[in-house]
């Protein structure tokens, strides 16, 4: 049974830095392409970053440009979210996915799900 794991979620004051980590129980985690989303309160699902199989390269939403960063360690089936310079706005549950392609991720429609961690940025 595919487990993704988020940790690393919490409450932090505007303008602070958290980092997620989503641990993968993929036996073969390198081949698939992996992606953050967040769901706020009254919200929709919505992408926030994705990273690929093959090469590393990487996405973000346009909210999020310059202040995440998405990376992964394929050692360690891990995946990253560094958040830096938080906003109350990007409080919301985070959720980790694990794709077949990056195509996949970005469409939202990745093949597995983690159950998501919470941030909370207090203004």
């Known amino acids: 049974q595919v487990q993704l794991v988020e940790s690393g979620g919490g409450l932090v004051q505007a303008g602070g830095s958290l980092r997620l980590a989503c641990a993968a129980s993929?036996?073969?985690?390198?081949?698939?392409?992996m992606g953050w989303f967040r769901q706020a309160p009254g919200k929709e699902r919505e992408f926030v970053a994705a990273?690929?199989?093959?090469?590393?390269?990487?996405d973000y939403a346009d909210s999020v440009k310059s202040r995440f960063s998405i990376s992964r360690d394929n050692a360690k089936n891990t995946v990253y979210l560094q958040m830096n310079s938080l906003k109350f706005e990007d409080t919301a549950v985070y959720y980790c996915a694990a794709g077949d392609s990056r195509r996949s991720v970005l469409a939202g429609r990745p093949r597995y799900w983690g159950q998501g961690t919470q941030v909370t940025v207090s203004s």
């Open positions: 993929l036996r073969t985690f390198s081949t698939y392409a």
């Open positions: 990273i690929s199989w093959s090469d590393g390269s990487t």
